[in-house]
């Protein structure tokens, strides 16, 4: 009896153990993303490589940095934009109604707000109150509107606006700019659209979409929405993505290297710049059937230029990341920067496409370019990359010793008009030597 009372001692231990996990385990931990969620809060490990391009500078959009102190200022700012919205584009006798519509709306919407953030929300709730939560949406909102819509008046004359504390301001402009790019400073833009439609209830009302278009035009080439937008950031990947190749996977796996851009030059590859064209649209020559015509010429490689500025790193980082959290298979981004990091290895690769206006720097030292493509990729899982086919036809154009040896030769005996005549005329002389040679004996 005493060796079963000694046995039974351990297994309650363990029956009270497992029980004391188990409360411990929230009811509401959740097994998997809601498909609703779509703006996150950057991971440590990849925010430790940068945490400057993923936090905000002047102005906090959303829950995530509203308490922010360092951006306060701007607070007034929401505020005075709020008041002159309502004095400026709404009728004097409707503004009481539609303020009441818009926070009747946003409160609605509150939870459904909450859903699209994947991050504890209680860490904001418990700083904002239901009725603050409210506030924060429209006045956020509000300013996005009316910033929105002075640019666009600033764009057709330019001296309207011109003493506006935002507007007036180029380097106020492109901060605001930089910091509505960024992942964690988001708002859901179905959310902003609705409330826009409320607000902005004239049939010829320039819609948000445009307006959202315009205001991120730097980076737009020939979108057009073929696709719910999720935030400005989605905008943005949108606009540098939406031409790109397909994914397929071919034998032998990933391409572990791709030889830098100074090294294929070596070999004869000649870099074209593809200007007006989507970012990623990135072309060389390859006959896909014997129906297809070869539009590049064999040995080009054709890149749309990237601007390069003090800018860049935020924005790539900020795509980069939100890829890898929301789109799986899908990191367009992610899959460029990769290319270019291969392409890239010290500040005589960046000459090289300075060079051919494949990249254009606004940071001046290529050195400092070089580096922060570099940079980039660090943290990044290893994915297969829809440039492989490219990376692959391209190192065996390295590979190849016909290359090497015929740019060789190019490049030390044809390397200007005289040199080539030159080489022209010595090859002549020693022909017609050995000629003179060869006939002597035969006589």
């Known amino acids: 009896m005493g060796d079963i009372g000694q046995l039974a001692s351990p297994l309650n231990r363990i029956e009270n153990l497992c029980k004391e996990i188990l409360i411990r385990i929230p009811d509401e931990l959740e097994s998997s993303f809601r498909s609703e969620q779509c703006i996150y809060i950057v991971p440590a490990a990849l925010r430790d490589l940068n945490e400057a391009a993923f936090t905000p500078r002047v102005i906090s959009i959303g829950p995530i940095h509203h308490n922010n102190e360092k951006l306060k200022a701007m607070e007034v700012q929401k505020l005075r934009y709020l008041k002159e919205f309502f004095e400026l584009r ?23 707000i909450c859903c699209r953030y994947v991050a504890d929300t209680s860490k904001f ?55 509505l790019i960024l992942l964690e400073n988001q708002l859901p833009f179905s959310t902003l659209n609705e409330l826009y439609k409320l607000a902005m209830s004239r049939t010829d009302c320039i819609s948000l979409m445009d307006l959202s278009f315009r205001y991120f035009e730097k980076y737009r080439k020939k979108y057009e929405p073929s696709k719910i937008i999720l935030h400005f950031t989605d905008l943005v990947r949108c606009f540098l993505s939406f031409k790109h190749p397909d994914l397929k996977l071919e034998k032998g796996g990933p391409i572990k290297t791709l030889y830098s851009a100074t090294m294929l030059q070596q070999a004869g590859i000649k870099f074209k710049a593809l200007p007006d064209e989507s970012l990623l649209d990135i072309r060389a020559w390859e006959r896909l059937s014997k129906a297809e015509r070869i539009v590049e010429k064999k040995g080009e490689l054709h890149m749309p230029p990237l601007e390069i500025d003090n800018s860049t790193e935020c924005l790539l980082r900020n795509l980069m990341v939100f890829e890898q959290l929301h789109y799986p298979g ?3 981004i992610c899959r ?8 890239v290895d010290v500040d005589k690769d960046v000459d090289l496409l300075i060079e051919n206006k494949v990249i254009i720097s606004k940071l001046g030292d290529s050195d400092a370019v070089a580096k922060l493509i570099n940079t980039l990729c660090r943290e990044m899982v290893e994915i297969p990359s829809s440039f492989d086919p490219l990376s692959r036809l391209l190192n065996d154009y390295y590979e190849s010793s ?7 030769l190019l490049s030390v005996y044809f390397k200007n008009v005289w040199i080539g005549t030159g080489t022209v005329v010595g090859s002549l002389i020693l022909a017609i030597a050995l000629t003179r040679f060869i006939l002597y004996f035969v006589r």
Do not use: C
């Open 336 to 343: 460029y920067v990769k290319l270019l990091d291969s392409l």
């Open 90 to 112: 709404v009728e004097k006798e409707k503004r009481g109604i539609l303020l009441t519509a818009l926070l009747s709306t946003i409160s609605e919407k509150e939870v459904d």
């Open 402 to 408: 016909w290359n090497k040896n015929r740019t060789y």
């Open 125 to 179: 709730n418990s700083k904002l109150s239901g009725d603050q939560f409210v506030k924060m949406v429209l006045l956020d909102a509000v300013f996005i509107f009316e910033l929105f819509l002075r640019n666009e008046e600033y764009r057709r004359d330019n001296s309207k606006y011109q003493d506006d504390f935002i507007i007036g301001k180029p380097w106020l402009r492109a901060a605001i700019r930089r910091d």
């Open 330 to 332: 899908e990191e367009h």
